[in-house]
């Protein structure tokens, strides 16, 4: 039942929370680990001429996920899977990690691909992106399934779990998945599944639609005149969700696939509403939108410059100041932290970054 996995974690001793679910298995994370992560590139490992391009484009990106599920056609379940063995071992990752989208819970080849992937490759993967995810139950099981996983093929360090937000019940028991174990890494949204299971009307993959607006009202003085519209986003709710969740359980939200990929307008606009609601980064589907990720979530090197000057101007970050006619006070420090350690997070990993910013 959906409510059993919860009622357990009630009376679970906190104590135990952190306790391997497997004798042998390493011990689970206490934080999780923030590394850059504004662009999730998807590959299919069981195409020759995209995996033989992958020397090229790891550099670019700071997560190149394995994809084993939607878009890989039924037939090419298998070759996928040993496609992405293949990479793990004999592709070069340097500092970019590799993550894997598995098949559902619920699908033929889900259980497969976990056991070969942690069997085989367990030590070169980092997260493991668990599709359609429901309820805490789903991450109960992945969690105890790992643990046994990892005790048998010897790993020393813990596979982390990233679930895709895909259903209207996984949006009700987002808070609960969140929490369901230290392997969670993260949550992302994926709009086409949720858009299906809400019987939303809209056939895009994310984005807004030219249907969804708000009408101003009318002249009074013309009250026949045309009157403007402004197109909304049908996902700002489930992403302020989402990032309220994660930031309660000290993990990440992710904005997930743009499908239009020849709208590269719109493709940045719906990635700069994620990261201004607080997601650190987004999927790509093709390589055109790599760029576009890696600028959206990295900070304008105008906003550091401008987050550093409040940081400085506040001093030991108590009372307040006015700083070009603005009202600064330590709730804006606290504000600008985040720009500014998100710049040194990012500019440690990317020199051109680093210049722009000046570190």
Not at 62 to 85: C, H, Q, T, W
Request: hydrophobic share 45%; net charge negative; with cysteine.
């Amino acid at each position: 039942m959906p409510g059993r996995s919860v009622s357990f974690d009630r009376v679970r001793s906190p104590r135990d929370f952190f306790k391997p679910l497997a004798v042998g298995a390493p011990e689970p994370l206490r934080d999780i680990p923030f590394r850059p992560s504004r662009v999730v590139h998807f590959f299919p490992p069981q195409i020759a001429k995209v995996v033989a391009k992958l020397p090229e484009v790891i550099p670019t990106v700071d997560i190149l996920l394995g994809n084993l599920e939607d878009a890989i056609p039924m037939v090419d379940k298998e070759a996928a899977r040993a496609g992405l063995i293949n990479v793990a071992n004999t592709v070069d990752m340097g500092s970019t990690q590799l993550w894997t989208r598995v098949n559902s819970l619920d699908s033929p080849w889900g259980l497969d691909d976990i056991v070969t992937l942690v069997s085989e490759i367990g030590d070169k993967l980092d997260v493991i992106m668990i599709p359609k995810v429901e309820g805490p139950e789903d991450i109960h099981y992945v969690d105890r399934l790992l643990a046994q996983l990892e005790a048998k093929a010897g790993l020393k360090q813990p596979l982390l779990i990233h679930a895709i937000l895909e259903t209207a019940r996984g949006v009700a028991n987002i808070e609960e998945i969140c929490g369901a174990s230290p392997r969670m890494q993260g949550v992302c949204l994926g709009p086409a599944d949720l858009a299906a299971n809400r019987r939303m009307k809209t056939t895009r993959v994310g984005g807004g639609h030219p249907d969804y607006l708000v009408r101003a009202d009318p002249d009074p003085a013309n009250p026949d005149a045309p009157r403007t519209t402004y197109q909304q986003d049908l996902w700002h709710y489930t992403i302020a969700r989402m990032v309220d969740a994660c930031a309660t359980f000290g993990i990440l939200p992710f904005y997930g696939p743009f499908g239009d990929i020849k709208d590269v307008v719109a493709c940045e606009d719906q990635f700069r509403n994620a990261y201004l609601l607080g997601c650190v980064g987004a999927w790509s589907l093709h390589p055109v939108q790599i760029e576009i990720a890696k600028r959206v979530f990295s900070p304008r090197p105008s906003d550091v410059l401008q987050a550093q000057r409040v940081i400085d101007a506040m001093g030991d970050g108590t009372g307040a100041v006015l700083l070009d006619g603005k009202m600064e006070d330590d709730a804006s420090v606290k504000q600008c932290k985040v720009v500014v350690e998100l710049a040194h997070q990012l500019a440690a990993r990317d020199p051109q970054l680093a210049a722009a910013y000046g570190f």
